[in-house]
């Protein structure tokens, strides 16, 4: 399984976090980094399985505000609820810590 990691400490915007999803997601150049795009990505065009492990998400939650902080772990939480919903062995996960 791939694990993606964003490290809470070096998150101070939202580019920074779809910064960090692009490169090791390997997004590409048509990424439009706004959370639609990532909606988009994350339901149907990463390669499963994979898991996003976001460390110290508190401190991004306190950075970003807690809208857009809600808004990505939002996506997160819809693009698991969808691949259990459609009973795939190999899903998309995510963890906050």
Known sequence: MAEIRIIGAEV??????????????????????????L??????????????????SSISRSRLGGDVFDKIVGVFAEAAAQD?????RERFEFELH
């Open 12 to 37: 101070r915007t939202e580019l920074d976090v779809h910064r960090t999803l692009d490169r090791q997601l390997e997004f590409g150049e048509y990424y439009g980094r706004n959370i639609a795009a």
């Open 39 to 56: 909606r988009d990505r994350l339901l149907t065009d990463v390669p499963r399985p994979v898991r996003i492990v976001w460390l110290d």
């Open 84 to 88: 259990l919903a459609f009973g795939w």
